[in-house]
């Protein structure tokens, strides 16, 4: 079982930047990722970042949020920038797992909370 903990989260202004972190209890095989869920709304992919590195962003927070990723530290981090009020929501972290036999396993944290507001 792999334990995730994020921190980094807070209440900001409008405009302000926060960077979250999240450290696996050990060394992720696959995928690491943000998640983020509003109240009323569903949880959505923020950013993820594969082993190698490779960054994902959602077309619309490109120019804001940048993912990256330790994997020394087993860890993954979301900078946000020009944080909005619509960027309010809860931040989850994701981890996967490659097992054997094609299969993943799938890993989430307990989730922070971003709240932006004046």
């Known amino acids: 079982q792999v334990r995730l903990v994020e921190s980094g989260g807070g209440l900001v202004e409008p405009g302000g930047s926060l960077r979250l972190s999240c450290t696996a209890s050990?060394?992720?095989?696959?995928?690491m990722g943000w998640y983020r869920q509003a109240p009323g709304k569903q949880r959505e992919l923020v950013a993820d970042?594969?082993?190698?590195?490779?960054?994902n962003v959602v077309d619309s927070l490109k120019d804001r949020f940048t993912i990256s990723r330790d994997n020394a530290k087993n860890t993954v981090y979301l900078q946000m920038n020009f944080l909005k009020p619509e960027d309010t929501a809860v931040y989850y972290c994701k981890a996967v797992d490659t097992l054997p036999f094609h299969t993943t396993q799938t890993y989430w944290g307990q989730g922070t909370q971003v709240t932006v507001s004046s």
């Open positions: 050990r060394s992720i095989s696959d995928t």
């Open positions: 970042i594969t082993r190698r590195r490779t960054p």
